[in-house]
Antibody, heavy 121, light 106 residues
Framework: EVQLVESGGGVVQPGRSLRLSCAASGFNFDDYAMHWVRQGPGKGLEWVSRISWNSGGIDYTDSVKGRFTISRDNAKSSLYLQMSSLRTEDTAFYYC??????????????WGQGSLVTVSS | DIQMTQSPSALSASVGDRVTITCRASQTIDNWLAWYQQKPGKAPNLLIYKASSLESGVPSRFSGSGSGTEFTLTISSLQPDDLATYYCQQYKRYSTFGQGTKVQIK
């Protein structure tokens, strides 16, 4: 059974940093691209970032470029999102999401339960 | 950027009703369109991919159609378990989602 378990969320002041982690199990993690997708409280879904199976391909949505860094450790079956210079508009549930392919088709076939990040003074 | 527009934003229907949700893309996306179901307090779940392909394990009352810029999700006979918000997503170029359609049961 595919499982994606996020951790690392919490309350942080504007301008500070936070690191999210996602532990994957139930599939060959190093065969698939992975993503972070976020959802503001009561709002819609927004794709944030993609990393290919071998970390050779990385993309970000414009609003987080230069502030967020996605990475993965295939030996640990783990995905990460380093978030810096956080803004109030970054407040959201952050979902760890598995891609259907290794390179990244952007078709999201399994989602974690989400980790809440609240940016507030 | 490719923008996705869903309609309606919310609907209320009775058990057994046929329900249709529409999604429009700002430019052609061929058939690179997926539908997701998000139940209250839960993560989204993939229902349909490539506009009309049913994801494994998804009930056959769900179907998708369309290509280019106009797409529909149909629930042939609404069930109480279908209470959820439904999102379309284009994945032709990166990913963008529609704003969601909240389905309520009368």
């Amino acid at each position: 059974e595919v499982q994606l378990v996020e951790s690392g969320g919490g309350v942080v002041q504007p301008g500070r940093s936070l690191r999210l982690s996602c532990a994957a199990s139930g599939f060959n993690f190093d065969d698939y691209a992975m993503h972070w997708v976020r959802q503001g409280p009561g709002k819609g879904l927004e794709w944030v970032s993609r990393i290919s199976w071998n970390s050779g391909g990385i993309d970000y949505t414009d609003s987080v470029k230069g502030r967020f860094t996605i990475s993965r450790d295939n030996a640990k079956s783990s995905l990460y999102l380093q978030m810096s210079s956080l803004r109030t508009e970054d407040t959201a549930f952050y979902y760890c999401v598995k891609d259907r392919t290794g390179g990244g088709s952007y078709l999201f076939d399994f989602w974690g339960q989400g980790s809440l990040v609240t940016v507030s003074s | 950027d490719i923008q996705m527009t869903q309609s309606p934003s919310a609907l209320s229907a009775s058990v057994g009703d046929r329900v249709t949700i529409t999604c429009r893309a700002s430019q052609t996306i061929d058939n690179w369109l997926a539908w997701y179901q998000q139940k209250p307090g839960k993560a989204p779940n993939l229902l349909i991919y490539k506009a009309s392909s049913l994801e494994s394990g998804v009930p056959s009352r769900f179907s998708g159609s369309g290509s280019g810029t106009e797409f529909t999700l149909t629930i042939s006979s609404l069930q109480p378990d279908d209470l959820a918000t439904y999102y379309c997503q284009q994945y032709k170029r990166y990913s963008t989602f529609g704003q969601g359609t909240k389905v309520q049961i009368k």
